[in-house]
């Protein structure tokens, strides 16, 4: 086991060593630059414990990538799907050479039951990032929500006669009402 480097992570600075050997079962993968760790969409069976290099996190979206956010040295992750059941929402690419320490989603459980240091922070950095991407989503919206105003507006200034129709088809049933009001008034 790795207690050595696992005992400089954040994560597991307040775990014993008896506790780290007991408690946080893994194995040790290392990465090379360009290398994937996981692909969007790919069932989320394990949780990360980063020790050594840089995992970009990304989605490719309309054809083009949008970098979401990095995973360094001390720093964990893939709670989020793991704990909620879902697929991963993103991708993660080796950005450098990397060391990770895997952790199978059985350990991940065995590891929550039982060291309540890990736990905790745990279920913090959780809760941080589903904050993270409760916000985003909403930013999202909004401007999914602004583009659709804009296209609104520029079909309407690119399209004068359509504006120009309604208009007079507007002010001839003012006119006709107009008409029918001004009858009504005279008799």
């Keep these: 086991m790795i207690i050595k480097e696992l005992r400089e992570i954040d994560l597991f ?16 993968i290392e990465l090379k630059k360009g290398d ?44 989020v799907p793991l704990l909620s059941g879902t697929r991963h929402l993103a991708n993660g690419i080796a950005v450098t050479d990397m060391k990770v320490f895997k952790v199978d989603q059985d350990d991940f459980w065995y590891m929550l039951g039982n060291c309540s240091t890990a736990r905790g922070k745990i279920l913090s950095n959780m809760s941080t990032r589903i904050s993270a991407l409760t916000h985003l989503s909403f930013q999202r919206e909004k401007l999914a929500s602004l583009g659709t105003m804009a296209a609104g507006l520029a079909h309407e200034l690119n ?21 029918i009001f001004s009858t009504e008034i005279l008799k």
């Excluded at 600075?13 to 780290?20: G, W």
């Excluded at 504006?163 to 001839?172: G, P, Q, V």
Aim: charged fraction near 30%.
């Design 36 to 79: 994937h760790l996981f692909h969007e969409g790919d069932d989320a069976v394990n949780f990360y414990i980063f020790l050594e290099g840089t995992l970009e996190i990304y989605r490719i979206i309309r054809g083009e990538k949008l970098s979401i956010g990095f995973f360094t040295k001390g720093m964990s992750g893939g709670e």
């Design 13 to 28: 600075s307040d775990t014993s060593d008896e506790e780290l050997e007991e408690d946080v079962r893994g194995v040790l």
């Design 159 to 179: 399209n004068p006669a359509s504006a120009a129709k309604r208009t007079a088809e507007s002010l001839a049933n003012t006119i006709h009402e107009f008409d």
